[in-house]
């Protein structure tokens, strides 16, 4: 099993909408949760991140955080052709110990 | 407001040849990192410095050096590239080692080896 799992994707969806990205985790001793976009040929880059369970909120960004079933989400509302991405799930399992999905890739269809 | 900043950005190399990454960062951060991203196989920690005069290895350490000059310099080497060392590569920073501390990220340097 993977330490932390996306799904590659591309996940599609029509501009305006909700998009749902989703990240699991082996390590129960998780403490804290990032997600990164990552535009094509470029960096990463911060836009959320979560440390307690339950739904943190950031404009049109929401992470969720369930740390019993080992899973955390980032909702995009009213989705733009500017979000499409790769979205990266980082793990922070302590101690220097940051573990990042492979990504899932966003495709917001106009 | 610079952030990180890594040099160069596009590199090629022959097998065999020597090269240092450079990665400078303003934010007073204590911790740096190199990162490798491969296709398929997302960001790997090649090398770590929690603050400055310390170095640990990460997931992926051989064929790399790396050397933290000072507080805002974290430079890392190839002493003979191979073509798996073919990736680009990312430095990254963060206030502390502390686990709510996220990580920010530099350009990348695009390398190809040959």
């Known amino acids: 099993q993977k330490e932390v799992e996306q799904n590659s994707g591309p996940l599609s969806v029509p501009e305006g909408a909700i998009a749902s990205l989703n990240c699991t985790y082996s390590?129960?001793?998780?403490?804290?949760f990032f997600w990164y976009r990552q535009y094509s040929g470029k960096s990463p880059e911060l836009i959320m991140s979560?440390?307690?369970?339950g739904d943190k909120e950031d404009g049109r960004f929401t992470a969720q955080l369930n740390k019993a079933s080992q899973y955390v989400s980032l909702l995009i509302r009213d989705s733009q052709p500017s979000d499409s991405a790769t979205y990266l799930c980082?793990?922070?399992?302590?101690?220097?110990?940051?573990?990042f999905g492979t990504g899932t890739k966003l495709q917001v269809i106009p | 407001n610079a952030g990180v900043t890594q040099t160069p950005k596009f590199q090629v190399l022959k097998t065999g040849q020597s090269m240092t990454l450079q990665c400078a960062q303003d934010?007073?951060?204590?911790?740096m990192y190199w990162y490798r991203q491969d296709p398929g196989m997302g960001l790997r920690l090649i090398y770590y410095?929690?603050?400055?005069?310390?170095?640990d290895k990460g997931e992926v350490p051989n064929g790399y050096n790396v050397s933290r000059l000072n507080k805002r310099e974290f430079s890392l080497r190839l002493e003979s590239a191979a073509p798996s060392q073919t990736s680009v590569y990312f430095c990254?920073?963060?206030?502390?080692?502390?686990?709510?501390?996220?990580?920010?990220f530099g350009d990348g340097t695009r390398l190809s080896i040959l």
């Open positions: 410095s929690a603050s400055e005069g310390t170095t």
């Open positions: 990254a920073s963060s206030e502390s080692h502390s686990t709510d501390q996220p990580q920010h």
């Open positions: 980082a793990v922070n399992r302590g101690y220097q110990k940051v573990t």
């Open positions: 934010m007073n951060h204590n911790s």
């Open positions: 979560i440390y307690s369970n």
């Open positions: 390590d129960r001793g998780s403490q804290s």
